[in-house]
């Protein structure tokens, strides 16, 4: 059973430039949260999707976006990149039986983005 | 809005003796608890859950964690410490009611296990 996958492992990019991350989720999971951990941090929450729709966003600004398509897998853009924006991006997969939100989240391995 | 304070950036602990980690929170609603551990380049492992029910919750490798609602705190506890329990460690909640279940984590505490 494969748990959440993540890609690129690691990803340089210089200011101003755009990057897209992608995340699999849990085979049976149908939810997936996007988490940006800076360095000594823990982990902060930037959004969620499901149904293919953001359902809650945490306190990123809009160069921050994302995409989940019909397979339940998960795309996170980031425009106009910053130094800041450097960090551990994490995914994270739920599922939601019967319109309930299961309360355990399983984390990928992340992508180290590194802006330069 | 919820918030979760871990009072301990770092614990030194020699191996085999006892540890606690240290978690309180804040919250205006009901909240499920977590505790995640984290080994370098790694995401994030669920080592336990609160829920309901006991406030004394058992979860891998050894861990268990007390629920003290009174006090808001979630510590973490091993009786008896490994080297390869070196780690960071976090604290957790999300709500239990509402739309979605993010979690908002606190800072991290990093165990050291020394021989």
């Known amino acids: 059973d494969a748990g959440v996958t993540q890609s690129p492992t690691h990803l340089i990019k210089t200011r101003g430039q755009q990057v897209t991350l992608r995340c699999s989720p849990k085979?049976?999971?149908?939810?997936v949260s996007w988490y940006q951990q800076a360095l000594g941090q823990g982990p902060q929450f930037i959004f969620q999707?499901?149904?293919?729709?953001?359902?809650q966003r945490g306190n990123f600004p809009d160069r921050f976006s994302g995409h989940q398509f019909p397979n339940y897998s998960s795309e996170l853009n980031v425009n106009a990149l910053l130094l800041g924006d450097s960090a551990l991006y994490l995914c994270?997969?739920?599922?939601?039986?019967?319109?309930?939100?299961?309360?355990?989240?399983?984390f990928g391995p992340g992508t180290r983005l590194t802006v330069t | 809005a919820q918030s979760v304070t871990q009072l301990d950036s770092q614990v030194p602990v020699f191996e085999e003796a006892p540890v606690e980690l240290r978690c309180n929170y804040s919250?205006?609603?009901?909240?499920?608890l977590f505790w995640y551990v984290q080994y370098p380049n790694q995401g994030l492992q669920l080592l336990l859950k609160?829920?309901?029910?006991?406030?004394l919750v058992k979860g891998i490798n050894g861990f268990e964690a007390e629920f003290n609602k009174s006090q808001t705190s979630f510590h973490l506890r091993k009786p008896s410490v490994h080297i390869s329990d070196t780690a960071e460690y976090f604290c957790a909640v999300s709500r239990v009611t509402g739309g979605g279940n993010k979690l908002t984590f606190g800072t991290g505490t990093q165990l050291k296990v020394e021989l």
């Open positions: 999707y499901y149904e293919e729709e953001e359902r």
């Open positions: 085979s049976g999971h149908d939810t």
């Open positions: 994270a997969s739920s599922f939601r039986p019967r319109q309930v939100f299961s309360y355990e989240q399983y």
């Open positions: 609160y829920l309901s029910g006991s406030t």
């Open positions: 919250s205006s609603v009901s909240v499920y």
